[in-house]
């Protein structure tokens, strides 16, 4: 059986993404999950849409967080609009937890990367189920793990190691948020398709609730900032 | 049921609103040795009457494990019993595989009876003749389903399909109200109980019977042999002393249980008791 990508050529492939999201960061807290993400969408290098929702709730349990390709990151919130309908079509008191939705997209993924054909993103799941907190990301080749704070693109590099300092077992919604604002604020300063606009998002038994997006306070008034050719004269 | 002009095609309605092809399939149900199974709250347990054709010949298994949380009991064409226990654990180990994480049996059992119902709207097939007890696990708990034949499933208690099942279900009638506090012991002893009703005077013994249990915390496994006439010893005792005394109270004591398997293994040497071939 011949695919589609076999009679038609490599313009049916992704071979590089257009429109994308930069990091999601998340962690696990006392009542269930934490996510974060900036509402940046770059076109290459220019930050070209600045109102993109990266996180989104799925079903009762879930919360997925989206970074790379927007288009991919659409299409995937397709399929699992199509899953959990047909989860809550069966109606019978069972339902599809974080876990089995992060399987999922796991071997959606992974099947994509085999077809030489990805989804161009990294994905955080997170949710609660039946007291559980499940807390995993999903990559374009299939990489996927579980743990108690994941983050991705250059919040892997940057806020990992501080959420390894800072991450304890029950932090409290407060904390929580602050841990998250300081990775966001590392993110801000170092990462050049960071845009100040950040979305917060929890999960918890009860369900998701998706925070109303504000902006980071920044600090620029560091004396090298406003004196920066001072021990190099000439240069600028 | 008598032969009619209306009963050649399954695809073929009786002006009396019968399909009368499924309504045969059924049969097969009723003539197939005795399964029979029953469930609380956080176990079920699957039974059935093993009758081999002879005694040179080993029995047909009629109870399949579908997954650690699944088990399936069968009575009729145990052929087609097969086929579907294959059908019921592939689908488990592909839910397993995507979602890693057990198929609920609610799911399992609908997809079975679609399966089932679209062989009574082809006109060139017929009905699988095998009624299937699902007992297994999901979010709410211990369940335990029967498919039919004719696509329908039903949620039970406790219920016994095949041959001589209404005296097992006669016998569960009475006591089901109790099931769902039992303890998983209780719920065995009960389940050999209505085999043995089954059975209608034939002496119980664990050859002419299976067990299998499931439950919260306990994989689905089948009972040995050694273990389900324990039981069975243990229970068989009260049945055969009750003749002579009144005043012993019911249940497990020492000295007439002596007596007891005494007289059993006395039975048992007698009658040859050439167990069928074990395979």
């Known amino acids: ?236 | 049921m008598f032969r009619n002009q209306y009963d050649t095609d399954v695809t073929t309605w009786s002006p009396a609103g019968r399909l009368f092809q499924v309504e045969y399939a059924m049969e097969a149900v009723k003539q197939g040795s005795a399964a029979i199974g029953l469930r609380s709250k956080t176990h079920v347990v699957l039974a059935c009457v093993n009758k081999a054709n002879s005694e040179l010949s080993s029995h047909q298994k009629k109870i399949f494990k579908v997954d650690d949380h699944i088990g399936v009991a069968i009575a009729g064409l145990t052929a087609d019993g097969r086929v579907l226990s294959r059908y019921m654990r592939n689908e488990c180990i592909n839910y397993s595989y995507t979602y890693e994480s057990p198929l609920p049996v609610g799911r399992l059992v609908v997809q079975l009876a679609d399966k089932a119902q679209v062989c009574t709207q082809r006109s060139w097939k017929r009905p699988y003749g095998v009624g299937l007890l699902v007992g297994g696990l999901d979010e709410s708990g211990a369940h335990l389903y029967y498919n039919c034949p004719s696509g329908n499933y039903f949620e039970y208690q406790a219920f016994a399909i095949g041959s001589r099942s209404q005296a097992a279900k006669t016998y569960l009638e009475r006591k089901f109200e109790n099931f769902v506090g039992s303890s998983r012991e209780e719920l065995i002893k009960d389940a050999l109980i209505a085999t043995r009703e089954s059975l209608q005077g034939e002496k119980l013994r664990s050859s002419v019977c299976t067990v299998a249990v499931v439950g919260v915390g306990e994989p689905f496994h089948i009972l040995d042999q050694e273990t389900v006439q324990k039981l069975i010893d243990e229970f068989e005792i009260v049945r055969e002393d009750e003749p002579p005394a009144e005043p012993q109270p019911p249940a497990e004591q020492d000295a007439p249980a002596d007596q007891g398997t005494g007289a059993d293994q006395g039975a048992a040497a007698a009658s040859p008791d050439v167990a069928p071939m074990d395979i």
């Not at chain 1, 967080?65 to 008191?93: K, P, R, T, V």
């Open chain 1, 1 to 236: 059986m011949a695919s589609n990508s076999d009679l038609v050529s490599d313009t049916q492939r992704t071979l590089y993404p257009y429109v994308t999201g930069t990091s999601v960061v998340a962690l696990k807290y006392k009542d269930g999950i934490l996510m974060a993400a900036d509402m940046g969408g770059s076109y290459g290098s220019t930050l070209r849409y600045k109102s993109i929702d990266r996180l989104k709730p799925i079903g009762k349990h879930s919360l997925l967080g989206a970074s790379g390709e927007i288009s991919d990151f659409q299409e995937i919130l397709h399929y699992l609009d199509e899953l959990i309908l047909y989860d809550n079509m069966w109606d019978d008191g069972n339902s599809l937890g974080p876990k089995e939705v992060h399987n999922y997209l796991t071997q959606v993924m992974y099947n994509r990367r085999n077809k030489f054909n990805p989804l161009w993103n990294a994905l955080v799941l997170g949710g609660v189920k039946n007291g559980q907190k499940y807390l995993g990301m999903v990559n374009m080749i299939g990489i996927n793990f579980e743990d108690n704070h994941v983050a991705t693109g250059l919040g892997n590099h940057l806020t990992r190691p501080i959420l390894r300092d800072e991450w304890h077992e029950n932090l409290t919604f407060e904390e929580g948020v602050k841990l998250l604002e300081k990775c966001m604020r590392v993110l801000l300063y170092r990462d050049r398709s960071a845009v100040n606009k950040i979305q917060i998002s929890k999960i918890t038994e009860e369900g998701a609730t998706l925070f109303p997006p504000y902006s980071l306070k920044t600090y620029w008034e560091f004396t090298a900032f406003k004196n920066p050719t001072v021990g190099a004269e000439g240069s600028w």
